[in-house]
């Protein structure tokens, strides 16, 4: 027991350095992506996804583009996330892995918005 606070103090450096390098791995995702067109497709929700650390959870989403016969992964919100289900079928924007909106039914599903709405992205 008397070695306890070191070794919180090594778990909770090394959960810091894996937060560190996931978000410093997505920051380089993002720029990559900004060079990619913005592409409007029909898509599949095809499976999602988490990873959890000690401080943050991010989630996933994993979408089948059949036009291209490609899978294409997001990260989204989490309330994104939970409203979406495998086999949902819709509109995927995205640039590169950066989800933009998905669209299921006349539903828009946004980072923008904090709900879904009906209708089209202003």
């Known amino acids: ?13 090394l959960a810091l350095v894996l937060l560190c390098l996931v978000r410093l791995a997505l920051r380089n ?24 650390t000690r401080l943050q959870t991010f989630y996933f989403l994993h979408f089948f583009v ?19 289900n495998k086999g949902d079928r819709g509109t995927l924007c995205h640039q590169g892995g950066t989800f933009l909106s998905f669209t299921r039914e006349g539903e828009v599903f946004s980072p923008n918005s904090a709900a879904r709405s009906s209708g089209h992205i202003t």
């Open 1 to 13: 027991m008397e070695h306890f606070p070191l070794q919180l103090g090594i778990g909770l450096g």
């Open 29 to 52: 995702s993002r720029r990559r992506d900004s060079n990619e067109p913005v592409l409007t497709e029909e898509a599949l929700v095809h499976r999602k996804s988490d990873f959890t």
């Open 66 to 84: 059949a036009q291209r016969d490609m899978v294409v992964d997001c990260q989204v919100p989490r309330e994104i996330w939970e409203q979406l």
